[in-house]
Nanobody, 122 residues
Framework: QVQLVESGGGLVQAGGSLRLSCAAS????????MGWYRQAPGKQRELVAI???????NYADSVKGRFTISRDNAKNTVYLQMNSLKPEDTAVYYC????????????????WGQGTQVTVSS
Protein backbone atom coordinates (compact mmCIF):
# COMPACT_ATOMS: atom_id res chain seq x y z
CA GLN A 1 0.00 0.00 0.00
CA VAL A 2 0.92 3.68 0.28
CA GLN A 3 2.18 5.68 3.25
CA LEU A 4 2.65 9.41 3.71
CA VAL A 5 5.12 10.41 6.42
CA GLU A 6 5.28 14.04 7.53
CA SER A 7 7.97 15.87 9.43
CA GLY A 8 9.00 19.40 10.34
CA GLY A 9 6.28 20.69 12.63
CA GLY A 10 6.98 22.38 15.93
CA LEU A 11 6.75 25.52 18.00
CA VAL A 12 7.86 28.85 16.58
CA GLN A 13 7.40 32.50 17.46
CA ALA A 14 5.29 34.79 15.32
CA GLY A 15 7.28 35.98 12.33
CA GLY A 16 9.35 32.83 12.26
CA SER A 17 9.62 30.06 9.70
CA LEU A 18 9.10 26.33 9.48
CA ARG A 19 9.48 23.81 6.69
CA LEU A 20 7.22 20.77 6.48
CA SER A 21 8.09 17.67 4.48
CA CYS A 22 5.96 14.76 3.39
CA ALA A 23 7.34 11.65 1.72
CA ALA A 24 5.15 9.13 -0.07
CA SER A 25 6.21 5.50 -0.26
CA UNK A 26 4.79 2.18 -1.31
CA UNK A 27 3.30 0.82 -4.47
CA UNK A 28 3.17 4.12 -6.36
CA UNK A 29 2.63 4.22 -10.10
CA UNK A 30 2.20 8.00 -10.33
CA UNK A 31 1.25 10.98 -8.17
CA UNK A 32 -1.31 13.38 -9.63
CA UNK A 33 -1.14 15.98 -6.88
CA MET A 34 0.28 16.58 -3.43
CA GLY A 35 -0.88 19.14 -0.96
CA TRP A 36 -1.21 20.38 2.58
CA TYR A 37 -4.34 20.87 4.63
CA ARG A 38 -4.67 22.15 8.18
CA GLN A 39 -7.17 21.88 10.96
CA ALA A 40 -7.27 24.20 13.93
CA PRO A 41 -9.19 23.29 17.10
CA GLY A 42 -12.91 23.68 16.59
CA LYS A 43 -12.54 24.40 12.88
CA GLN A 44 -12.96 22.42 9.69
CA ARG A 45 -9.98 21.08 7.81
CA GLU A 46 -8.98 23.53 5.07
CA LEU A 47 -6.73 23.46 2.05
CA VAL A 48 -3.47 25.34 2.51
CA ALA A 49 -1.66 24.62 -0.75
CA ILE A 50 -1.57 22.07 -3.53
CA UNK A 51 0.88 21.27 -6.30
CA UNK A 52 -0.09 19.30 -9.38
CA UNK A 53 2.05 16.88 -11.35
CA UNK A 54 2.72 19.52 -13.97
CA UNK A 55 3.97 21.96 -11.35
CA UNK A 56 1.02 24.32 -11.09
CA UNK A 57 0.08 25.43 -7.61
CA ASN A 58 -2.87 26.81 -5.67
CA TYR A 59 -2.84 28.52 -2.29
CA ALA A 60 -5.37 29.56 0.27
CA ASP A 61 -5.73 33.34 0.27
CA SER A 62 -4.63 33.45 3.92
CA VAL A 63 -1.16 32.06 3.11
CA LYS A 64 -0.42 33.61 -0.30
CA GLY A 65 2.91 35.39 -0.28
CA ARG A 66 4.00 33.67 2.94
CA PHE A 67 3.92 29.93 2.16
CA THR A 68 5.54 28.12 -0.74
CA ILE A 69 4.78 24.56 -1.81
CA SER A 70 7.30 22.58 -3.79
CA ARG A 71 7.80 19.02 -4.87
CA ASP A 72 10.64 16.61 -5.57
CA ASN A 73 9.18 14.11 -8.00
CA ALA A 74 12.20 11.81 -7.82
CA LYS A 75 11.72 11.45 -4.07
CA ASN A 76 7.89 11.52 -4.10
CA THR A 77 8.19 14.30 -1.55
CA VAL A 78 6.32 17.57 -1.08
CA TYR A 79 7.50 20.52 1.00
CA LEU A 80 5.76 23.49 2.55
CA GLN A 81 8.00 26.43 3.38
CA MET A 82 6.14 28.63 5.83
CA ASN A 83 7.47 32.13 6.44
CA SER A 84 6.13 35.08 8.43
CA LEU A 85 4.10 32.72 10.55
CA LYS A 86 1.16 34.08 12.51
CA PRO A 87 -0.62 32.70 15.58
CA GLU A 88 -3.63 31.98 13.37
CA ASP A 89 -1.49 29.51 11.42
CA THR A 90 -1.52 27.26 14.49
CA ALA A 91 -3.06 23.94 13.50
CA VAL A 92 -2.39 20.31 12.74
CA TYR A 93 -1.06 20.16 9.20
CA TYR A 94 -1.91 17.12 7.09
CA CYS A 95 -0.23 15.98 3.92
CA UNK A 96 -2.51 14.75 1.16
CA UNK A 97 -1.74 13.02 -2.11
CA UNK A 98 -3.76 11.79 -5.05
CA UNK A 99 -1.91 8.65 -6.06
CA UNK A 100 -2.32 6.11 -8.76
CA UNK A 101 -1.14 2.84 -7.27
CA UNK A 102 0.44 -0.07 -9.09
CA UNK A 103 0.15 -2.80 -10.33
CA UNK A 104 -2.86 -2.89 -12.70
CA UNK A 105 -5.68 -1.88 -12.60
CA UNK A 106 -3.77 1.05 -11.07
CA UNK A 107 -6.59 2.62 -9.13
CA UNK A 108 -6.32 6.29 -8.12
CA UNK A 109 -6.95 7.05 -4.45
CA UNK A 110 -6.66 9.84 -1.92
CA UNK A 111 -4.09 9.37 0.85
CA TRP A 112 -3.45 11.26 4.09
CA GLY A 113 -0.54 11.61 6.45
CA GLN A 114 -0.86 11.35 10.21
CA GLY A 115 -0.59 15.09 10.76
CA THR A 116 2.06 17.30 12.32
CA GLN A 117 1.43 20.04 14.86
CA VAL A 118 2.45 23.60 14.08
CA THR A 119 2.16 26.07 16.93
CA VAL A 120 2.89 29.77 16.51
CA SER A 121 3.24 31.78 19.68
CA SER A 122 2.51 35.51 19.81
Amino acid sequence: QVQLVESGGGLVQAGGSLRLSCAASGSIFSINAMGWYRQAPGKQRELVAIIWSGGSTNYADSVKGRFTISRDNAKNTVYLQMNSLKPEDTAVYYCNALIRVGPPPRKTDDYWGQGTQVTVSS
